[in-house]
Structures are given as structure tokens and as C-alpha cells.
Nanobody, 126 residues
């Protein structure tokens, strides 16, 4: 029900825009999140946005470089990634919650999310 797109290979300093389209459910009232994962590591929080887009939270590692946004008319969430670094290389997953709660503890915890996309690979070369 969540499908990511937009991943790929980019040089350090470059940009990519990830998209996550929902089908079946729109999740328009619920927070959406982006996480990333590299082999052998736990899934890491990247960014989250509330249902109406009024509240946004970023991991410190991407703050100032990544921008999360959503278009509820298209049931789609975006992650604009600028000034990419090799350490941003990972599989990026989008997610959706069932509840509207947007506390930091909740939205940064992958266990808080019920729906997940299949992931899209982002590779940043040095």
C-alpha cells in the first residue's frame, strides 16, 4: 500500500527526491515517516511529518539537508535530499502510522509504524 520511488546512484554533494505513494488507504490524517537501513544495522529514523504537515521532525544527521513534505491530494510523501554524503547510502523506507500522536519518542521509533514500503536504494559515491 506504500510504494517508494526516486532512489538511485548520485555523487556526493548531489540531490535526489524520493516519493512514497499510498494506495488503498490515503493516510491523510496520520503521520508519515522516512527511515533508512544499511546491512547489519537497525532501521534508522530520518524524518517525519504530521497528517496536516504542520509538524515536522528530522534526525540530526539530515537536518538542514533533507526536507520532508506531503501532498494529501495525491496521498504522497516526499523526501528531498540535498548535499548528499556517502554515509547517506542506505535503503530508504517510507512508513505510515495508525495514530495521530506526534511525540518525538513515538515518531522516531520504527515500531510505532504499521505500514511500510518495500524500500528504495540510495547510493552516494565519494
Amino acid at each position: 500500500q506504500l510504494t517508494e520511488s526516486g532512489g538511485g546512484l548520485v555523487q556526493a554533494g548531489g540531490s535526489l527526491r524520493l516519493s512514497c505513494a499510498a494506495s488503498g488507504r490515503t493516510f491523510s490524517n496520520y503521520p508519515r515517516g522516512w527511515f533508512r537501513q544499511t546491512p547489519g544495522k537497525e532501521r534508522e529514523f530520518v524524518a517525519a511529518i504530521s497528517g496536516n504537515g504542520a509538524n515536522i521532525y528530522y534526525a540530526d544527521s539530515v537536518k538542514g539537508r533533507f526536507t520532508i513534505s506531503r501532498d494529501n491530494t495525491r496521498a504522497t510523501v516526499y523526501l528531498q535530499m540535498n548535499s548528499l554524503k556517502p554515509e547517506d547510502t542506505a535503503v530508504y523506507y517510507c512508513s505510515a502510522k495508525f495514530s495521530t500522536e506526534f511525540s518525538t519518542v513515538i515518531i522516531t521509533n520504527p515500531d510505532s509504524y504499521y505500514y511500510w514500503g518495500q524500500g528504495t536504494q540510495v547510493t552516494v559515491s565519494s
